[in-house]
């Protein structure tokens, strides 16, 4: 079948010479002497593949890779590295490369691998499908090769390298957690233990003795001693997940443990030493609740040692192909009986221009929601649940007379979300931005 293809490469005789190949297999190649050019005709003509040298001047293989992804997701690239640069052809797969050759070129394996994209680009329901190795994929995975992951993760290659505190920020399901895991992956404590615990979810006056531990009779129910999550992860790093929530008293004791590694349990006289990296991580504005007489500023400082921002998913849609074909793997994995195994072009196109107010779990979820009611192989933009309502709504009932409390309009305005969701709580704290504690907390009704 006769296709067009289009060669980018500044080297002219290279150039010229894949063009001859593939022309004379009956395929109508255009030539771009930069990756500049080639953006320009992508986006003026339409073409079956790209094949492309990833070393040239100026704007790189992988950098118009990612280009082409973002405007054409469903078009597939084939790139070609010379030898020594195969693990930087792995890295372009993962990315979102159709696949790769090694210069000096064998002949076969590119015909067979510019092939077998044509196959998947004159077949639509393989515009984005789940990978074949689907059981490989991990859960623990950070996603995306855009600029703003490229900077997170040499973020998180610097703070590996020390032991100091960090605080790990960022709008609820932007992927926290993954960022403290790959801290400790990372770093020197790689073979020790990682725990995690989420402060806002369990009640303030239990969360002292999960975290520090307990004497057996130290508090009414404390039957058995408990070591506590601290000693648990000696050795290691905790994550105290939503920090922001902590009650105030709770933060004096974590900051004794911050600057001399004590930790005293509930109802016990001994004190204890633990060799603790503690990273904690928040969606909320610390400093403003520092100011609020919320949250201890010599707390703050002491875990504001290393800042680790984790960037909201409408700042990289760059990296939204390479999300959906994640969550697809493992959204396939999960409900082997759909039938669903691709994502097409144009709901491509439509996840990628969305804002995401939860973030890369709001995206998961779209994901997985469309995978287990999926009919078809492929999903389409019909099957992708609606984008939630941005800006003002018309009929929402904001008062006309006096102002209500934050609290009051905290509990109202949740409460139309989750009429418009159909009561479903996780898809509306996606599109409060807020984790379903928090939801829980304003859907509270105050104590009269």
Same mark, same amino acid.
């Given at each position: ?24 297999? +009956?395929?109508?190649? /255009?030539?771009?002497?930069? #990756?500049?050019? $080639?953006?320009? &005709?992508?986006?003026?003509?339409? @073409?079956? =593949? ?122 609820? +399901?932007?992927?926290? /957690?993954?960022?403290?895991? #790959?801290?400790? $992956?990372?770093? &020197?404590?790689?073979?020790?233990? @990682?725990? =995690? ?131 697809? #793997? ?119």
């Amino acid at each position: 079948m006769q296709s067009r293809l289009l060669i980018v490469d500044d080297d002219t005789e290279m150039r010229e010479a894949l063009a001859t190949l593939f022309s004379g297999e +009956g395929h109508v190649c /255009e030539m771009a002497s930069d #990756a500049s050019s $080639a953006l320009r &005709l992508v986006d003026q003509q339409t @073409f079956d =593949a790209v094949v492309s040298d990833i070393r040239m001047e100026g704007m790189d293989g992988l950098e118009l890779l990612d280009r082409i992804k973002l405007n054409h997701p469903a078009l597939p690239v084939v790139l070609i590295t010379a030898a020594g640069g195969v693990n930087q052809a792995v890295d372009a797969v993962k990315r979102g490369a159709f696949g790769y050759a090694v210069k000096p070129c064998d002949v076969d394996a590119l015909r067979k691998v510019v092939a077998e994209a044509l196959d998947a680009r004159f077949h639509p329901s393989e515009s984005l499908r789940a990978p074949a190795t689907a059981t490989t994929v991990g859960d623990q995975e950070l996603v995306g090769s855009g600029p703003a992951m490229r900077d997170l993760q040499t973020a998180i290659d610097f703070v590996a390298r020390s032991s100091a505190p960090v605080l790990v920020t960022g709008e609820t +399901g932007v992927g926290k /957690e993954l960022v403290a895991r #790959a801290i400790h $992956a990372r770093s &020197l404590r790689a073979s020790r233990p @990682f725990i =995690a615990v989420n402060t806002s979810a369990i009640p303030q006056e239990l969360l002292e003795g999960e975290i520090f531990g307990h004497a057996r009779g130290g508090f009414t129910g404390a039957i058995q001693a408990r070591k506590g999550l601290l000693t648990e992860a000696d050795g290691g790093t905790l994550l105290l997940d939503e920090i922001g929530d902590m009650s105030y008293g709770l933060q004096a004791k974590l900051l004794r443990v911050l600057q001399f590694g004590d930790v005293r349990p509930v109802g016990s006289d001994r004190v204890h030493h633990v060799d603790v990296r503690v990273i904690a991580s928040t969606h909320q504005d610390l400093p403003a609740l520092v100011k609020a007489g919320r949250f201890r500023e010599d707390l703050y400082f002491r875990l504001d040692v290393l800042s680790v921002p984790v960037p909201p998913l409408r700042d990289r849609p760059e990296d939204i192909p390479a999300l959906a074909a994640h969550f697809l #793997a493992q959204a396939c994995q999960r409900a082997p009986m759909s039938p669903v195994r691709s994502i097409g072009r144009d709901a491509l196109r439509a996840l990628a221009q969305r804002s995401w107010p939860g973030n890369v779990r709001e995206l998961a979820s779209s994901i997985e929601r469309a995978v287990v009611f999926g009919v078809d192989e492929m999903i389409d933009t019909n099957q992708l649940s609606p984008a939630p309502l941005e800006g003002p709504v018309s009929g929402w009932p904001f008062p006309s007379a006096s102002p209500w409390t934050l609290q009051h309009l905290n509990r109202t305005y949740a409460e139309w979300v989750l009429g418009q969701t159909g009561g479903d709580k996780q898809r509306a704290a996606e599109i409060l931005g807020v984790d379903l504690s928090t939801l829980y907390r304003w859907r509270r009704k105050p104590s009269s």
